[in-house]
């Protein structure tokens, strides 16, 4: 498997240019995380709960609630580092 660095060299490229290094790379650490959460909601439909066929597996609900907590906390520091003035 290629390096996060590899895959979205592009992607980081732009986002590091338009805003900085650190909250570029955060940007596009929380673009991925949502396309992880899309990827594996869209796997819920098909792996459901055999007790409730309503809900996704068990696993899934465990996957997607670690991802959408990494989302908030990189929402949190994205928002953080916005209240903190630039230091170029």
């Known amino acids: 498997m290629a390096s996060a660095f590899d895959d979205q060299r592009e992607?980081?490229?732009?986002?590091?240019?338009?805003?900085?290094?650190?909250?570029g790379r955060l940007a596009v650490t929380l673009d991925?995380?949502?396309?992880?959460?899309i990827l594996v909601g869209q796997h819920g439909v098909y792996c459901t709960s055999a007790r409730n066929p309503a809900i996704p597996a068990l696993d899934l609900q465990s996957v997607m609630h670690q991802l959408t907590g990494a989302k908030?906390?990189?929402?949190?520091?994205?928002?953080?580092?916005?209240?903190?003035?630039?230091?170029?």
């Open 11 to 23: 992607t980081l490229e732009k986002h590091e240019f338009m805003m900085g290094v650190p909250r």
């Open 32 to 37: 991925m995380l949502t396309d992880a959460l």
């Open 72 to 88: 908030e906390l990189i929402q949190s520091v994205m928002q953080e580092l916005a209240s903190k003035p630039d230091s170029k």
